[in-house]
């Protein structure tokens, strides 16, 4: 993943205008640092529970679907913090 790609994920994410700046500003500042990388996805965590919550969804962790998801999303989390390790010997 891209410095550029993961600003387009921000700016068509469901943060607000306030939050996409101070991504945008904190790539541009960071870059895709394994740092910046956890904190994004623990804030889309955030924007998406909370969308969920309002939509009155709730989330059974414990459910063996919800479980397999969860997995694959973070082996995808440590595929992509690997490649960035990778690209940035």
Request: net charge negative; proline share 2%; glycine share 4%.
């Amino acid at each position: 993943m891209t410095r550029d790609e993961a600003v387009k994920l921000v700016m068509s994410s469901s943060f607000t205008q306030e939050e996409k700046a101070m991504w945008v500003e904190r790539l541009a500042l960071e870059g895709l640092t394994p740092d910046v990388l956890q904190d994004l996805y623990m804030a889309t965590v955030d924007a998406l529970q909370g969308l969920y919550k309002k939509a009155g969804i709730e989330i059974d962790e414990t459910d063996p679907k919800f479980e397999a998801d969860h997995a694959e999303m973070m082996e995808e989390m440590t595929r992509v913090e690997a490649e960035f390790k990778k690209e940035s010997e």
